[in-house]
């Protein structure tokens, strides 16, 4: 039975991607250290094949037995989490991308970095490739997201090159779905939390920036593609269906049924104005394809928020 080690596992995708690969007979080790992740999102997960160890990975990881893979997950991934957790957030994708790796190199197995769309920044290009650069402001606010996960590939390509580890590196684009928090902050959960409450649903900037959100059942069928394929460059995991967030505002107010009302915020500095992938690698070299469309992927997420907030 192949045994993984993934980071992050009490997170939002960290948690369902445990779920798939028990569900693929996987033996599954789970670390985090609950800075922003939850007991509540693995406890179904108690009487499986899963062992859960609460550990800050950016110190040494220590783990007995064959591994096979580690999947490094661990990092706030809010703005607004990174935002008030910029050391926390800088450190995990250096320190502990760091430690991961060597776990992996200790153990002889396959290393999967969570990498984000966010190295591409602000984009110039459109949509974008993963031959595409980017161009991220270092100092910014964002920076210290964008620049940790783009050293942590600078890490992980070094330790292929140098440490002979196997690599894989996939660049997650707008996730959403069950088990992201309710006031996580990022637009989905928090216009349907919003909508949900019949509050004011708030927009930044005037809505017309864009992003192309995947839902995660499909991003999770990506990445265990990508864990088993040959491939070692990066590839683009995401749904190209690119839309403003204006529009996202107003389909959650009328798949929810709610008398909120869309008001306007500042815009949040370096906040990309547009965003969307181009998955031709994904495609040709995985055979993946998003199938969840958004009416269907957001009906999902929305009856969990309605749980989730039954009451209150
Ligand atoms: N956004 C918004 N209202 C909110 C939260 C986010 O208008 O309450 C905007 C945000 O400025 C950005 C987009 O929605 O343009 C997506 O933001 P999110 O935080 O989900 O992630 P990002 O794609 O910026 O990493």
Not at 165 to 181: A, L, Q, S
Not at 194 to 217: E, H, K, M, P, W
């Amino acid at each position: 039975m192949p045994r993984v080690v993934i980071t992050g596992a009490a997170g939002f995708i960290g948690s369902h991607l445990s779920e798939a690969l028990l569900d693929r007979d996987f033996s599954v080790v789970g670390i985090d250290n609950l800075l922003t992740g939850d007991l509540a999102n693995i406890a179904h997960l108690r009487d499986r094949d899963f062992q859960f160890i609460r550990h800050d990975v950016t110190n040494y990881i220590d783990v007995e037995g064959d591994v096979d893979f580690v999947l490094h997950w661990a990092s706030p991934a809010s703005p607004i989490d990174y935002l008030e957790l910029p050391i926390p957030t800088l450190k995990v994708g250096a320190l502990g991308t760091h430690k991961a790796l060597g776990l992996a190199k200790a153990k002889g197995a396959t290393f999967v970095i969570a990498s984000t769309s966010e190295v591409y920044g602000d984009p110039l290009e459109h949509p974008q490739k993963e031959t595409y650069w980017g161009n991220v402001n270092p100092i910014g606010p964002r920076g210290v997201y964008d620049e940790a996960k783009r050293f942590a590939e600078a890490i992980t390509v070094a330790y292929r090159r140098y440490h002979k580890v196997d690599t894989k590196i996939v660049r997650i684009f707008n996730t959403y779905g069950p088990r992201m928090r309710v006031r996580d902050g990022r637009a989905v959960p928090e216009f349907i939390s919003q909508a949900l409450a019949n509050q004011d649903v708030t927009v930044f900037g005037d809505g017309s920036q864009t992003r192309s959100f995947c839902y995660i059942s499909d991003l999770v069928d990506g990445i265990i593609r990508l864990m088993h394929s040959k491939e070692n460059d990066p590839v683009n995991i995401g749904n190209p269906q690119e839309m403003t967030i204006k529009q996202m505002a107003e389909l959650i107010i009328q798949m929810t049924g709610s008398k909120s009302r869309i008001v306007y915020k500042p815009l949040p500095t370096d906040d990309p104005k547009v965003r969307q992938p181009d998955i031709t690698r994904a495609r040709t070299l995985l055979g993946w394809e998003p199938k969840v469309s958004l009416e269907q992927g957001l009906g999902r997420t929305i009856e969990y928020f309605r749980e989730k907030t039954k009451g209150s």
